[in-house]
């Protein structure tokens, strides 16, 4: 079955930094667009960010940017999404997708789905 697992969640204090990972079982993601998203208690799911096969593009939704920085090493099979100067309403599950096509886009396919990682923001 192929499945994405995503590490790295936990308990931060507000303005501290927490780096996830996002790794796959059973493929490899260098042919896939990644996108990090997030759902917090009682909101729909947020796209958080994207980034090409290749890693030369990259999106940020607008309540992450500047903030947020998401990297690919396709030589470890990995990706990761840095977070800094965290805040209480970043608190969420954070999830990571393939997309079914290499690039970004509002409008691609994400075709496989980790199970997701709690990462909460809290004094």
């Known amino acids: 079955q192929l499945q994405l697992v995503e590490s790295g969640g936990g308990l931060v204090q507000p303005g501290g930094s927490l780096r996830l990972s996002c790794a796959p079982s059973g493929f490899t993601l260098e042919l896939y667009a990644i996108g990090w998203f997030r759902q917090a208690p009682g909101k729909g799911r947020e796209g958080v960010s994207c980034?090409?096969?290749?890693?030369?593009?990259?999106s940020y939704a607008d309540s992450v940017k500047g903030r947020f920085t998401t990297s690919r090493d396709n030589a470890k099979n990995t990706v990761y999404l840095q977070m800094n100067s965290l805040k209480s309403e970043d608190t969420a599950v954070y999830y990571c997708?393939?997309?079914?096509?290499?690039?970004?886009?509002?409008?691609?396919?994400?075709?496989?789905w980790g199970q997701g990682t709690q990462v909460t923001v809290s004094s």
């Open positions: 997708a393939a997309a079914s096509v290499p690039y970004c886009s509002a409008y691609v396919n994400y075709a496989y």
């Open positions: 980034i090409s096969a290749s890693g030369a593009g990259t």
